[in-house]
């Protein structure tokens, strides 16, 4: 928690409510609906959905549409990196444009 910046959000986007320990951040309290301040380490920090997942808690869910494209373009990644990730030096990048790109566009056609 000591490296959490100043009046950064924490939202969970994982698989599971306990992703954040948000007992560790101590004592919260609510700014607007679905957003609490906490001041861990004296320094203010806003805690989305109480840490629980915020497509669930806060939003509309996981739809299977949004869920098939998050997989295609993780498959788009994963083919982009076997085929030519040895050509990057070390390090993180982002997937290039016309990887994910393909994939929004063949989204948007359905």
Same mark, same amino acid.
């Given at each position: 928690?000591?490296y959490l910046? @100043?009046?950064?959000?924490?939202?969970?986007?994982? $698989?599971?409510?306990? &992703?954040?320990?948000?007992?560790?951040?101590?004592?919260?309290? &609510?700014?607007?609906? $679905?957003? &609490?301040? @906490?001041?861990? $380490?004296?320094?203010?920090?806003?805690?989305?959905?109480?840490?629980? #997942?915020?497509?669930? @808690?806060?939003?509309?869910?996981?739809?299977?549409?949004?869920?098939?494209?998050?997989l295609? @373009?993780? #498959?788009?990644?994963l083919?982009?990196?076997c085929?030519?990730?040895? &050509?990057?030096?070390?390090?993180? $990048?982002?997937?290039?444009?016309?990887?994910?790109?393909?994939?929004?566009?063949?989204?948007?056609?359905?």
């Open positions: 928690m000591k910046k @100043t009046g950064c959000f924490l939202l969970n986007v994982g $698989h599971v409510p306990d &992703e954040i320990d948000v007992k560790a951040l101590g004592a919260r309290r &609510e700014i607007i609906p $679905h957003v &609490e301040e @906490t001041r861990p $380490h004296g320094r203010p920090v806003y805690l989305f959905a109480g840490g629980s #997942m915020a497509n669930l @808690t806060a939003g509309w869910g996981d739809s299977l549409n949004a869920f098939d494209v998050t295609a @373009t993780m #498959m788009a990644g083919g982009f990196i085929t030519r990730g040895s &050509e990057g030096k070390p390090g993180l $990048h982002p997937l290039p444009r016309p990887v994910w790109s393909a994939v929004a566009a063949a989204a948007a056609s359905i």
